[in-house]
């Protein structure tokens, strides 16, 4: 706590440190991006799923500003967020509140408040036209189909579906039980691999989303045809009871059993906390959970899965149909 209080206050930066670490995360972007076909598609994607809500710039900025960056940028940005008053701290391990607390209060707590301003953050306009991206590289040996779909969070938009959209999420792709995976990949022998998953630990609005890899001999075309198949067959015929009970009873152990590990508890906390939750909101997940309802699932799924908010991308290798 000593070197993180330190490093809060006292930051010595030096052009030449800039300018290797610039080089180090310039670097670090075209290892993970854009040496990787997939993940330049779920950039572009990300873009083009929002209109105007700061999440369609990338977390690591976009190359050519990267470039750009300098000695005078990093330090505004420093003096501006890095801060007390703008962070949260995470406590793991065999230590008790009365033991920590004096501790912080030595470190952190003699650091005065910098009054940091609240963020501006745009509001995310009606999406009225479903978006079509196709993203071709010769790399690329296995295409690949995925969508997303702009979705509230648990902090905005309609958060009393995010419960239901987590199960919903299990329901269609969580696993090999699930239905996008027993019905493509094992029943209709289409794909490879099919999945959903939804994230609603956001500040802003969400995504939900689905994927699947074509099998031997396939083409994204069909691929396509039959995922949609899948999702208005949930839409029309709905999902029963013990359906739901059981995704939501295998949730729940699952959760349970991550809570072992004192990095993925910290860290659960740490990300509800900078998402606008609380600790209660994290501790009363289960419960949460257990009570969501076959008909809590449909709203939910009714409410996001509409074209109109959707992004199609597909990953193809350099002059394939």
């Known amino acids: 706590m000593r070197l993180e209080a330190d490093r809060m206050v006292n930051l010595t930066l030096a052009d030449k440190d800039v300018t290797t670490e610039r080089q180090v995360v310039m670097e670090e972007r075209r290892m993970r991006t854009d040496n990787d076909p997939g993940a330049l598609l779920s950039e572009q994607m990300t873009a083009a799923q929002f209109l105007q809500l700061h999440y369609r710039i990338p977390a690591i900025g ?11 940028d990093a330090l505004a940005f420093y003096h501006r967020y890095y801060a007390p008053d703008n962070a949260i701290l995470v406590i793991a391990g065999d230590v008790t509140a009365t033991e920590v607390r004096p501790l912080t209060e030595r470190t952190y707590g003699v650091i005065p408040a910098r009054g940091v301003a609240p963020r501006e953050r745009l509001a995310e306009p009606r999406q009225l036209a479903a978006r079509r991206l196709i993203l071709r590289d010769a790399r690329v040996r296995q295409p ?15 958060k009393e579906h995010a419960d239901a959209l987590e199960v919903l999420a299990e329901i269609l792709g969580g696993g090999t039980t ?10 209709k022998k289409l794909a490879a691999a099919a999945g959903a998953w939804y994230d609603p630990v956001q500040l802003a609005l969400s995504r939900f989303g689905v994927y699947a890899t074509p099998a031997e001999g396939v083409d994204l075309a069909t691929l396509e045809t039959a995922m949609d198949g899948e999702i208005a067959r949930l839409l029309a015929d709905g999902v029963g009871a013990a359906e739901v009970k059981r995704v939501t009873k295998r949730m ?17 906390f740490g990300e509800a906390l900078t998402a606008g939750l609380t600790v ?3 501790e009363s997940w289960p419960e949460r ?4 309802t076959p008909a ?9 899965l509409r074209p109109a908010t959707s992004v199609t991308g597909l990953l193809l290798g350099d002059g394939k149909s």
């Open 62 to 72: 976009w190359a050519h500003e990267l470039a750009k960056i300098g000695r005078d």
């Open 144 to 158: 690949t189909w995925q969508r997303t779909y702009l979705a509230p969070s648990r902090h905005a938009g309609a």
């Open 178 to 187: 699930s239905r996008l995976y027993r019905s493509l990949v094992v029943e």
């Open 252 to 268: 729940i152990a699952e959760a349970t059993y991550a809570r072992d590990s004192l990095y993925l508890a910290a860290r659960a």
């Open 280 to 282: 209660a909101d994290v």
């Open 289 to 292: 959970i257990a009570a969501v």
């Open 296 to 304: 809590d699932v449909m709203a939910a799924a009714r409410a996001v």
